[in-house]
């Protein structure tokens, strides 16, 4: 969905030797992961999961929490940073686009009040000028009381540049869901096998018909504060759920099938074959969000993934960094 094709659409388990954990002393925010081998991928559920195959990572910290508002916003006092959703585009390069579009913003999920069709995701998304982190639905909005909260409305580019300046960097895609899986090799969920509710809410995803009722069973509409719901068993909060989440590879619609030592994802050159050049090549986002819901988008488990432009953000998505470890 970037924004010139938004608008004229609409227009507790350690695996001794194979993942060893350590808990610094002084809590910095980080989990440490030695690593180890696993199977990325699942051949259960959507096409783009594809095939189920066996991955190899190194050692790498990660950090237990999305990035928060009040996290980014330092990061911004400091750097003066202006993230994509701030910035027009230039009219002499986009001769013809509708002056609207060429506004900074970014999309917005927009909640029908009746049923729709759910194949069209133009019911349910806007494109709002003046939304930003800051204002993450739209220039009236606000993030005041909501510092730790999951940044969102961030782009690739913003979620990287973010992740330099912390001294860490995105995760691949292997790492995040190596990290997210927290041990439990091949299981469909980040807490195990099966999803019962009523044995507790583990993730803050979409009650009710989606898109236009939310019945907020798990007591939240929109992002939860980080850290609401139980940890993983790395000690890792919300790998499924609350926002999709930035990692460094670019996307391609599945996975190459062998045995993988700690990948990177496939070259730039090949994911611009699988976009529209409109768009250009776009990046991975893993773990489901709060508008995730078993009767759209059951992609709230680590074997889940989706696309996501460079230059464009919306209300759902957001980020966490790792960083290298000696060896």
């Known amino acids: 969905m970037n924004r010139l094709y938004a608008g004229s659409a609409l227009a507790a388990v350690c695996i001794l030797g194979a993942a060893a954990i350590w808990f610094f002393g002084k809590d910095d925010g980080f989990v440490r992961l030695d690593g180890g081998t696993f199977r990325m991928g699942s051949d259960r559920h959507y096409q783009e999961e594809r095939a189920a195959h066996q991955v190899t990572v190194g050692a790498f910290q990660i950090k237990k929490t999305e990035v928060t508002n009040a996290e980014f916003a330092e990061f911004v006092a400091e750097t003066d940073y202006v993230t ?43 494109y709002v000028a003046g939304a930003n982190w800051r204002h993450p639905l739209g220039p009236e909005s606000t993030i005041e009381g909501m510092e730790n909260h999951p940044v969102v409305q961030i782009s690739p580019e913003d979620a990287a540049a973010y992740a330099k300046w912390a001294g860490g960097r995105l995760p691949t895609e292997a790492e995040w869901e190596f990290a997210a899986r927290g041990g439990l090799d091949g299981n469909e969920y980040t807490w195990g096998e099966g999803y019962d509710p009523s044995q507790g809410w583990k993730a803050n995803t979409w009650q009710g018909e989606f898109p236009n009722t939310d019945t907020r069973d798990d007591g939240y509409h929109g992002t939860a504060p980080v850290g609401s719901f139980a940890p993983n068993a790395y000690g890792l909060f919300d790998m499924a759920g609350n926002v999709w989440e930035h990692v ?80």
Request: aromatic residues 12%.
């Open 84 to 126: 994509t959703a701030e910035n027009d585009l230039d009219p002499q390069k986009y001769p013809g686009v509708p002056a609207y579009l060429l506004k900074a913003g970014s999309m917005v999920f927009a909640q029908p009040p009746n049923p729709v069709d759910s194949r069209d995701f133009r019911k349910w998304w806007r």
């Open 248 to 327: 460094s590879d670019w996307w391609v619609p599945f996975h190459t099938a062998g045995t993988q030592d700690n990948p990177q994802g496939p070259p730039k050159a090949i994911a611009a074959t699988f976009a529209d050049p409109s768009v250009g090549p776009m990046h991975v986002v893993k773990g489901g969000s709060w508008l995730c819901a078993p009767s759209y988008c059951l992609r709230y488990r680590p074997a889940a993934r989706q696309q996501a432009e460079t230059s464009l953000a919306t209300n759902h998505v957001g980020f966490r960094i790792v960083k290298d470890v000696s060896p």
